[in-house]
């Protein structure tokens, strides 16, 4: 199996500690969270990750090599990631991918216990996309999705695109790890990344993209509810110091 490791931001929120150093390499508890990530897809069966690079791509290279601890590591390049956004990033890392298998999608700024990643994956069989969530609490913000009674997502809601009457209590924040099948990646989530980065320049957020998608197709991303299992996004400082919390 193969994942897709987004990695090319600059995390300007989590400066001065991004300044010389990139977000990924930043430490919870001693760990660079990019350890973390390739750790926890190693133990799960993974056997190869593309590594969407841009700011300080050499840094990650050098660090990080082609072959981790026995996990095969390949690189994608977004070199205007300056202006561009995940959209770009991910429809990079897409082109690196084997066409005929399912592929994991994270972001490189969670940081996450390794059970979360084996009950994503326990639904791959059955589903054709899946997202891995968390029930609305007070430290948690950032995209938010509804879900439908059979829990597939209905609306995927960026946290710039929120209304003012935005109810945040009833909606499941999203963990930024997911699972799509071949079929959903060669049918329907390569022509609409295209068709964004077409439009907007690679300048949106893979969210938006997503958010047409569940739009447009009825049942098609399946919600996998967290009841267990520690995670943080880390953006800024003070996520950085909530995540040194949760996982003490």
Not at 26 to 52: A, D, F, S
Not at 156 to 177: C, G, L, M, P
Not at 185 to 205: F, H, M, P, R, W
């Amino acid at each position: 199996m193969q994942a897709i490791v987004l990695v090319a931001g600059k995390g300007t929120r989590l400066r001065p500690l991004t300044q010389h150093t990139h977000k990924c390499l930043t430490k919870v508890r001693g760990v660079p969270i990019l350890y973390n990530t390739l750790n926890n897809l190693k133990k799960c069966g993974v056997q190869e990750v593309i590594l969407v690079v841009g700011y300080l791509a050499e840094q990650i290279q050098h660090d990080i090599g082609e072959n981790w601890h026995g996990l095969n590591i390949r690189y994608a390049h977004n070199n205007d990631y300056e202006n561009t956004n995940t959209s770009a990033s991910l429809l990079s890392g897409l082109k690196y991918r084997n066409p005929d298998v399912g592929c994991l999608v994270l972001e490189g700024d969670v940081f996450f216990e390794e059970e979360i990643l084996r009950k994503l994956l326990h639904t791959k069989s059955t589903e054709i996309a899946a997202t891995v969530l968390e029930r609305y609490n007070a430290h948690l913000d950032g995209t938010f999705v509804e879900l439908s009674p059979q829990n597939y997502v209905t609306d995927w809601i960026h946290k710039s695109a929120r209304s003012q009457d935005f109810v945040i209590e009833d909606k499941y924040k999203t963990v930024n790890i997911h699972y799509f099948s071949s079929n959903f990646i060669n049918e329907i989530l390569q022509q609409e990344l295209l068709a964004s980065v077409k439009e907007y320049a690679g300048s949106e957020a893979m969210e938006f993209v997503l958010q047409r998608i569940v739009k447009k197709y009825n049942s098609l991303i399946k919600g996998i509810i967290l009841e267990k299992g520690k995670w943080f996004e880390i953006d800024d400082i003070f996520d950085l110091k909530m995540a040194e919390k949760i996982f003490e």
